[in-house]
């Protein structure tokens, strides 16, 4: 694995070379305001950790359940500084990262959010950046990615807010962040602090400008609704969602988010949503409706 440092003049270094060595050979100290990181070699687990002056930012990367996919992880080049990750997938396998981005106050512009785990599946010869932006971060790219979020309220806010309302209310705040969707262009996923939410904004017409709101019955995010793949990603999230345990049923977003596919407006994905897309979806094919 092969790491390099560029500081804010401009300078490259070689991080492992330059970096001092704590605690074994796990820690080091150096210096760099960005860093560019080559796995050559498949790993079943490989994490990486920077604290720098105002954030913290992991990377993790783990092979999955999946039997062919158990034990494999993967080669990959990763660019990041505390701005955000560039990461292209070199190999064969597809992989899920973890990133968790932590800013300190002062150095963010969407409290209550002060971190975000982002995790998200790259396909092989894949290249997928998350950019911090004014209201979230900005995932872009090309092809088909699986994205999960987890926002974290800072603490001073979650005890805040727990004094002041209860227990039920405390737990549905907590979890109005939280989203996970399919996106095929451009997307910026913006913390609505007025509305105390997570909302998608979308730059579909490729011009660089996030402005563009979530289509209903465009499941996978390509601007496109009601094609087969929209089809496929809500039978998946139904069924997704139908197994999950109850432990985790409140929080977890299975595939798709409601104002994609909800297409009767009664606060779930469910089997009539999924009725109406695919009959949409046919009267768009027999040429019936444009």
């Not at 960005?34 to 790993?43: P, T, V």
């Not at 699986?146 to 737990?171: C, G, N, R, W």
Request: charged share 25%; hydrophobic share 30%.
């Amino acid at each position: 694995m092969d790491l390099s440092s560029t500081t804010k003049d401009g300078q490259t270094y070689d991080f492992w070379k330059l970096g001092k060595v704590n605690y074994g050979d796990f820690i080091f100290f150096g210096k760099g305001s960005s860093f560019h990181l080559e796995k050559n070699e498949r790993a079943s687990g490989f994490a990486f950790s920077i604290l720098g002056e105002g954030y913290r930012l992991r990377i993790e990367q783990f092979d999955r359940k999946d039997p062919e996919l158990k034990g494999v992880g993967s080669k990959c080049k990763i660019d990041f500084s505390k701005d955000g990750i560039t990461y292209t997938n070199t190999d064969t396998q597809k992989i899920a990262l973890s990133y968790i981005f932590t800013y300190d106050e002062g150095n963010y512009n969407f409290t209550p959010v002060s971190r975000s785990t982002i995790a998200i599946e790259v396909a092989p010869n894949q290249t997928v950046t998350v950019s911090k932006q004014n209201t979230g971060f900005a995932i872009t790219g090309g092809g088909e990615v699986y994205v999960q979020t987890m926002p974290m309220i800072a603490h001073k806010d979650l005890t805040a807010f727990s004094k002041s309302h209860s227990y039920e209310e405390f737990l549905d705040w907590v979890g109005s962040y939280f989203i996970n969707f399919i996106r095929s262009k451009d997307v910026l996923l913006q913390f609505n602090t007025e509305k105390e939410c997570s909302e998608l904004v979308y730059d579909f017409d490729g011009d660089g400008v996030f402005d563009d709101a979530p289509m209903l019955g465009d499941t996978d995010g390509n601007g496109k609704p009601y094609e087969p793949s929209d089809i496929y990603w809500t039978m998946l999230h139904i069924a997704d969602k139908a197994i999950t345990s109850h432990g985790a049923r409140r929080y977890y977003q299975g595939y798709v988010p409601n104002i994609e596919a909800d297409t009767d407006n009664d606060g779930n994905i469910d089997t009539s949503d999924l009725f109406d897309i695919m009959y949409e979806c046919a009267l768009r094919g027999a040429g019936l409706k444009k």
